[in-house]
């Protein structure tokens, strides 16, 4: 069961930090992927990290405001969001997959478990 939080409101050029953390089970061996679906919108992939090493993959269009990082001993995925658009406002969503190869990590028909999605609204 994986879980994602800490959306909300802010203005545009303010940040987030979104939490992914999965309850009653490991990340060991799963690559821990964020996407994102605005209203009217398909699902897009935000990035990917891979808990065994830490290797971060970050969509091109989001590079250098966007990145992921986790921390071990919590057991949690982040998505920290900076100089955050409008065109960022989107639901978004933790995946994970252990079966998914690198090629397709960007794919969210990939992942086999999912969180329910945060919120994130921002503002001009």
């Known amino acids: 069961q994986l879980q994602a939080f800490g959306g909300g409101s802010v203005q545009a050029g303010g940040s987030l930090r979104l939490s992914c953390v999965a309850s009653g089970r490991t990340f060991n061996g799963c690559k821990l992927g964020w996407f994102r679906q605005a209203p009217g919108k398909e699902r897009e992939f935000v990035g990917v990290?891979?808990?065994?090493?830490?290797?971060?993959i970050v969509a091109d269009s989001l590079k250098g405001r966007f990145t992921i990082s986790r921390d071990i001993t919590k057991t949690t995925v982040y998505l920290q969001m900076n100089n955050l658009k409008p065109e960022d406002t989107a639901l978004y969503y933790c995946?994970?997959?252990?079966?998914?190869?690198?090629?397709?990590?960007?794919?969210?028909?990939?992942?086999?478990?999912w969180g329910q999605g945060t919120l994130v609204t921002v503002s001009s």
């Open positions: 995946a994970a997959t252990a079966r998914a190869i690198h090629s397709m990590l960007g794919v969210h028909s990939s992942y086999e478990h």
């Open positions: 990290i891979k808990w065994n090493g830490g290797t971060t």
